[in-house]
């Protein structure tokens, strides 16, 4: 039986690896691909296609998970996403290889955000933090590796290879997923109605929005018709989806979601911390190369140690969690976090390597300290039937506040700098310069503005933690075991959320 949970785990391991290096592998091969496909004025598409997809089908597999079961969903988002990897490998046009990410992208949802339940459902409480660390390490060591990746795969072997080496490597996850993991059979109960009205309507809303939010500023104007249109319209979605939620026998989007505080918390607080991880994800590098003048190797590792705290930081957080409680220790994660970001802005021009370098290390330690007990917390006060929902919403909410902290932390860069520099230059094109003084402290000074935004979202969770979740998460007992506990054929009513 432990044998059989170690292959599961590795094929866990796996699909998340998969899922996280394609969000990012692509980037360093843009070069490569547009020489070969064309389509320069496009080619962002390859990563807000595969955005959209994950961030708004994140909802709809978790409730599918709760109605269906994990394995099933999991096989089918892993055999599209593989799908998906041998259609762009096999693109003919800038076109078709955006249409093909999508693709990837409606099956790298369903990755996310079922093994994210899995690792639930197959431990115990006392045992998810070493489980979800491992997740979490695999998660971001692939993100960070993923340009490098691309970039050796693209120079060498040539831009195909970027999706063809997810094949061997899904193949191998998908085959352990479907040897080795078994749920238990259930009881015999009504089909299941599943509420494709509100899936298409939660697709439609979200794909609108976001599309809204990217390419606004980028692709047009923010008060242009065109970015206006799309608003109305997403706005108007989302009236759909409400009107159809609410009259659907077994909604997507249920409401419970939102009138139970510990999740309606929680989710508003990793929207935060999603918005604030646009900082040194995405501004980090670009001052360590721009206005330190580091190589970008050298920038990639000033982010890259994030990643050797923050799964380290994740897996000892049950210690701390276990005296206090699960929301405490996320106040002390996010208030660390708040004193990393303002800290950020006070370094002096140009200052030294070691300084952003050991804010990012310890910063990395601070999220892992408020991330991992709050996704534990909310898993642990829902039953297996309820899991995959309240999984998927926390992930949803936190990958719209990156996509909405990107579109905003972009605008506010490129303002600084334009009036810094006087010109209607943007973060990207003044990066490339020579490094003259004006520009190092044009972009010195935008990633100032920047990090004090993020740290405003961290003081927003820190406010929304306080005042809507409960000092002590309504914990279900459970008892041990090896395999998902299956939902009871006649659930009790939804239980009302401790005041």
């Known amino acids: 039986m432990q044998g059989k949970k170690t292959a599961v785990v590795a094929a866990l391991m796996l699909s998340m690896a998969l899922a996280a290096l394609d969000s990012t592998i692509v980037s360093t091969a843009v070069p490569q691909i547009v020489g070969d496909l064309g389509g320069f004025s496009v080619f962002s598409w390859l990563f807000s296609g595969y955005l959209l997809a994950v961030t708004v089908t994140l909802p709809v597999y978790g409730r599918l998970s709760d109605t269906l079961g994990r394995k099933p969903v999991l096989i089918a988002g892993s055999v599209l996403f593989l799908a998906g990897s041998l259609l762009c490998a096999s693109a003919w046009s800038m076109a078709a290889l955006i249409a093909f990410r999508v693709v990837q992208g409606l099956g790298g949802g369903a990755i996310q955000g079922t093994v994210q339940t899995l690792a639930a459902d197959l431990y115990p409480l006392e045992q998810r933090p070493k489980i979800q660390a491992k997740l979490s390490t695999v998660w971001a060591t692939s993100s960070v590796l993923g340009p490098a990746l691309g970039g050796l795969l693209a120079s060498t072997a040539g831009w195909r ?18 040897r080795h993991l078994h749920e238990p059979a259930r009881e015999a109960a009504p089909r299941p109605r599943i509420d494709w009205a509100g899936a298409l309507a939660v697709f439609a809303a979200g ?32 009236g759909a989806v409400v009107l159809i939620e609410r009259r659907a026998a077994e909604p997507i989007l249920p409401g419970w979601v939102w009138r139970r505080r510990t999740i309606a918390a929680v989710n508003l607080a990793l929207c935060a911390m999603g918005f604030l991880m646009v900082a040194p994800t995405t501004f980090l590098p670009t001052y360590a190369q721009s206005v330190l003048g580091l190589s970008a190797t050298a920038a990639g590792f000033v982010l890259s140690v994030m990643t050797l705290s923050w799964p380290v930081s994740a897996a000892l957080s049950q210690h701390v969690y276990r005296r206090i409680g699960f929301r405490d220790t996320a106040l002390i994660g996010m208030t660390a976090a708040l004193g990393l970001l303002i800290a950020f802005p006070l370094l002096p021009f140009p200052g030294a390597v070691w300084q952003p370098t050991l804010l990012s290390l310890l910063l990395g330690a601070a999220l892992g ?33 990156q996509t909405v902290g990107a579109a905003v932390f972009g605008a506010v860069a490129n303002g600084v700098i334009s009036r810094r520099l006087g010109v209607g230059a943007d973060l990207d094109s003044v990066a490339r310069d020579s490094g003259a003084e004006p520009v190092r402290r044009a972009i010195d000074a935008a990633v100032d ?12 969770a820190l406010a929304v933690l306080v005042a809507l979740a409960p000092r002590r998460f309504p914990v279900l007992t459970e008892r041990p075991a090896t395999q998902p506990t299956p939902p009871s054929p006649a659930p009790a009513p939804p239980r009302k959320s401790p005041n």
């Open 161 to 178: 290879w970027i999706f063809l080496i997810n094949l061997p490597i899904g193949a191998v996850a998908l085959f352990l997923v479907v």
């Open 369 to 401: 300290l408020f991330q991992l007990p709050l996704i534990i917390g909310v898993q642990s006060t829902v039953g297996w039937a309820e899991r995959g929902t309240a999984t998927a919403s926390i992930l949803f909410y936190r990958q719209i506040g």
């Open 449 to 460: 503005a920047v990090y004090v935004g993020a740290a405003c979202a961290a003081a927003v």
């Open 207 to 238: 794909g609108v929005l976001l599309m809204w939010l990217v390419q606004g500023g980028v692709a047009w104007a923010w008060g242009s018709g065109t970015s206006i249109a799309l608003l109305c319209t997403g706005l108007a979605l989302i």
